[in-house]
């Protein structure tokens, strides 16, 4: 199958097929059914996913999107946070309404890393990419664990979308709702063990923690004050 290189993560490189179709490709090994048996089903009841073609072994050929990634569009000005965390909010709700695929009793699917460079924004709406995590559990985790991403950008004091990731991580928790604060540690302990991780994005676990608990308690006493 010839392909062009088209982009590289931490764990995966894709490829350009054709006009239409993508080859996502693991660095690390594993299968992908379980991945594209997810992507199926919650594209069966409508949740925004990219058609996949095939799976086989570490390639996953997917439908090819067009435009362009959620961050780059806030880095380019295109979205602003409030708009972003808008979005990353509603597709959280839209995810964890949907039944669960394995019936196990109250659990939601989980992206477990939805992200602004996990969406992207297309002339379809907005479509979630990269369901290698995904799992069944309580939505709360969900939502803490992309709180916990978010808030591990904003307080590197070196990176240089500290900044707009503690607007746009402030913008979210007042949107998506919940009490991710019941997961928080089970989130904190999944990204420490991701092994995409370098050892100074675990040492800023501790501060990113204390940072979704500010500003998640803040918010829940604004509410009060207010109610």
């Known amino acids: 199958m010839d392909a062009v290189p088209l982009a590289s993560g931490r764990d995966a490189d894709v490829f350009a097929?054709?006009?239409?179709?993508?080859?996502?490709r693991y660095r690390h090994g594993g299968d992908l059914a379980a991945e594209a048996a997810v992507m199926a089903y919650v594209a069966g009841l409508g949740f925004p996913v990219p058609t996949v073609f095939q799976a086989r072994g570490v390639d996953l050929v997917m439908e090819r999107l067009d435009g362009r990634t959620m961050l780059s569009a806030l880095l380019a000005g295109e979205l602003d946070a409030a708009e972003a965390a808008t979005c990353l909010a509603d597709l959280h709700r839209r995810l964890h309404a949907l039944p669960s695929r394995l019936?196990?009793?109250?659990a939601r699917i989980l992206h477990l890393d939805?992200?602004?460079?996990?969406?992207?924004?297309?002339?379809?709406?907005?479509?979630?990419?990269?369901?290698?995590?995904?799992a069944e559990g309580p939505a709360d985790l969900d939502v803490a664990l992309s709180a916990v991403i978010l808030a591990q950008v904003a307080v590197g004091e070196n990176h240089h979308l500290a900044s707009p990731a503690a607007t746009l991580l402030a913008a979210f928790l007042d949107r998506v709702g919940g009490d991710l604060l019941t997961e928080l540690d089970r989130a904190l302990a999944i990204r420490r063990d991701d092994a995409?991780?370098?050892?100074?994005?675990?040492?800023?676990?501790?501060?990113a923690a204390a940072l979704v608990v500010g500003h998640h308690r803040g918010r829940e006493k604004t509410s009060t004050l207010g109610a």
């Open 17 to 24: 097929i054709d006009d239409r179709r993508v080859l996502r």
């Open 103 to 106: 019936g196990a009793g109250d």
């Open 114 to 134: 939805l992200h602004p460079d996990n969406v992207m924004l297309t002339s379809r709406g907005p479509v979630v990419i990269d369901w290698r995590n995904a």
């Open 196 to 207: 995409a991780l370098t050892g100074g994005e675990r040492e800023l676990l501790g501060a």
